[in-house]
């Protein structure tokens, strides 16, 4: 079946450092790709998404290329911000032969973020 | 604005009790799901629902049902609780289209199972 695998964490880093969470997927279909974020206490929401290869979703500075050769999905920022410390979740969204999907997203195992001033 | 909204953001119940976790969005979506969030293993679907009275199992549907009357309501219920459930519950929708839709979420219900 379909997975995501996403690096290791917790990341801690200082404020303006360069980020970057590895994602890599298995799929057998045409998946699309999400990342979503987790601020503290609260549910998560959408970052970006990229629905075909070689698409960049871009979103708040983060950015993600849809790689099919690689089958990866990498989040980078070039300068976080204390702001950005937050739980990151990588996902795929598979479309079935007919196009559809109801949605149904598959999840990595999340990395946390934490940034320090 | 988007919502979704959870019954509880807390709730503590006991082995074997019947609990029901509520879910309403204010969208119009068709589609809404639940998930469960466990440090390390990420979100896994539960159950999800595309339309009215109807619901499709998820990776892990052992040990709950879900209902859904209405459309912006989902319910999740766990028949006899247990402690192995003691988890994040998260609720989503999204709306019914071709090509995959943004799931909105909910701010979560941490269930405790003593």
């Known amino acids: 079946g379909d997975s995501v695998t996403q690096m290791e964490g917790p990341v801690t880093l200082s404020e303006e450092a360069f980020l970057t969470i590895n994602c890599t997927y298995t799929?057998?279909?045409?998946?699309?790709l999400f990342w979503y974020v987790q601020y503290p206490g609260e549910g998560l929401q959408l970052l970006l998404k990229?629905?075909?290869?070689?698409d960049k979703g871009s979103n708040k500075g983060f950015e993600a290329t849809y790689r099919k050769e690689t089958t990866s999905f990498h989040l980078e920022k070039g300068s976080v911000q204390v702001s950005d410390s937050a739980v990151y979740f990588c996902?795929?969204?598979?479309?079935?032969?007919?196009?559809?999907?109801?949605?149904?997203?598959?999840f990595g195992q999340g990395t946390i973020l934490t940034v320090h001033p | 604005d988007v919502k979704v909204t959870q019954s509880s953001r807390y709730l503590v119940k006991r082995t074997g009790e019947k609990v029901f976790l509520e879910c309403v969005q204010d969208?119009?979506?068709?589609?809404m799901f639940w998930y469960r969030q466990d440090p390390g293993l990420g979100l896994r679907l539960i159950y999800f629902?595309?339309?009215?009275?109807?619901?499709e199992k998820g990776d892990i549907p052992e040990g709950y049902s879900v209902s859904r009357e209405k459309k912006e309501r989902f319910s999740l219920i766990l028949e006899s609780a247990s402690t192995n459930q003691t988890s994040m519950y998260l609720c989503?929708?999204?709306?019914?289209?071709?090509?995959?839709?943004?799931?909105?979420f909910g701010p979560g219900t941490r269930l405790l199972v003593l």
């Open positions: 989503a929708s999204s709306l019914a289209v071709i090509v995959e839709e943004t799931q909105y």
């Open positions: 799929a057998t279909g045409y998946p699309s």
């Open positions: 990229a629905t075909k290869a070689d």
């Open positions: 996902a795929l969204s598979e479309r079935n032969a007919g196009g559809t999907s109801y949605g149904k997203l598959t």
């Open positions: 969208m119009d979506h068709e589609n």
């Open positions: 629902s595309y339309d009215v009275k109807m619901k």
